[in-house]
């Protein structure tokens, strides 16, 4: 078995470089961590979106194995699996529970892009407290802490805005080799 | 272009050690658990999970919930799974009636 899934593997991989050589571009595996209810449909339509764009996009709730609790698959995946990055909006408890639990985990958190409600962004908001301290953290270690507005009342991006234009500009990186 | 991008998810889904196995042992045992495929492939189950995701979203692999006592799951090849596995010979089966004809 181990035999066939070598060879099968270096069949595949040559088609793959094959196929990125004549379209130049590469796919990418991102996924979306956030809220439930109006959190879950915006990130179904930023999924739809990415998924044009060529990239697999994943939600952890709908997309993986129902037979396990999603923290323990999101726990052991963001540790171990091939994925290149993680989104996660950080608009509820549970998604800051989320971010508490991963935001110094030496394999997951350069992998990390936290979007921030503006007023809660440790360097243009206002807000103070456990969260606006761990935001200010993760910006000082690793960067990638984005401030967004979906309201569209600010000159701030919407979330969308934000994965879109990095996810796309990371994948074009890749195709280059340059990370 | 479009179905360029598609041959090129699905790439990238299957260069995986353990998706490709997932696709072998789909292929061997149709309809299979989620529990049994866990014990066959012998990884993490939440790893396992994020794994079927991947292959579900490239629509390699389609699963069906079964609610006895508790949420089951099994699982098997799309068209498209089976086309995979027959392309990249991850049956050890084909190779052998290949062998025959």
Known sequence: MEERIRRARENIRREREKLEKRIRETCII?????????????????????????????????????????????????????????????ESWGSATELAQFHDEEHIAPKLRVLVPYEHHPIYGSSTGY?????????????????????????FPTSERIILTLASRFRRLKAMGKV | MDEARRMLKVYRAIDNDHRLNI???LSNEPGISFNDLAKRIGINRGLLAYHLGVLKRVRLVRCEYERRSKKFTRYWLTEEGMEI????????????????V
């Open chain 1, 131 to 155: 969260l606006s301290d761990l935001y200010l953290s993760h910006l000082a270690k690793y960067g990638h802490v984005y401030a967004y507005d979906d309201s569209k009342r600010s000159f």
């Open chain 2, 85 to 100: 596995v027959r392309k990249f010979k991850l049956n050890e089966n084909d190779e052998a009636t290949s062998i025959k």
């Open chain 2, 23 to 25: 696709l072998a042992v």
């Open chain 1, 30 to 90: 991102v996924v979306l961590l956030g809220a439930e209810g109006r959190g879950l449909e915006k990130r179904r339509e930023i999924r739809e979106k990415l998924e044009e764009e060529g990239i697999l996009a994943l939600i952890p709730e709908e997309d993986f194995a129902p037979d396990i609790a999603p923290s323990l698959t999101e726990e052991a995946l963001l540790r171990r699996a091939d994925v290149d990055l993680i989104f996660i909006n950080v």
